[in-house]
């Protein structure tokens, strides 16, 4: 059975940081390009970070880039998103995802950025 689990969300405050781990499991993870997308509320799910199976290749939306920081751990079958300086345009809920020959998706967990 196919499972992606996303963690570490909350509500924190302008300028924090929050770390986001997924756990995978039920397919070949080290095999998959891993994906965070984002989708705020009246939004459109929009993606936020990507890294490639292979040399760990990674690519950032721009309103991202330089303050995220997609990782991958292949022994843990974990991906994670590093977020740091985040804004109330941050707030959204985070899902991971895993594509490959098919496309996997996790629950999704908020994150609220607010004073």
């Known amino acids: 059975q196919v499972q992606l689990v996303e963690s570490g969300g909350g509500w924190v405050q302008p300028g924090a940081s929050l770390r986001l781990s997924c756990a995978a499991s039920?397919?070949?993870?080290?095999?998959?390009?891993l994906s965070w997308y984002r989708q705020a509320p009246g939004k459109e799910r929009e993606l936020v970070a990507s890294?490639?199976?292979?040399?760990?290749?990674?690519r950032y939306a721009d309103s991202v880039k330089g303050r995220f920081t997609i990782s991958r751990d292949n022994a843990k079958n974990t991906v994670y998103l590093q977020m740091n300086s985040l804004t109330p345009e941050d707030t959204a809920v985070y899902y991971c995802?895993?594509?490959?020959?098919?496309?996997?998706w996790g629950q999704g967990t908020q994150v609220t950025v607010s004073s």
């Open positions: 995802s895993a594509q490959w020959y098919s496309n996997y």
């Open positions: 039920g397919f070949i993870f080290s095999r998959y390009a």
């Open positions: 890294i490639t199976s292979t040399l760990d290749i990674t």
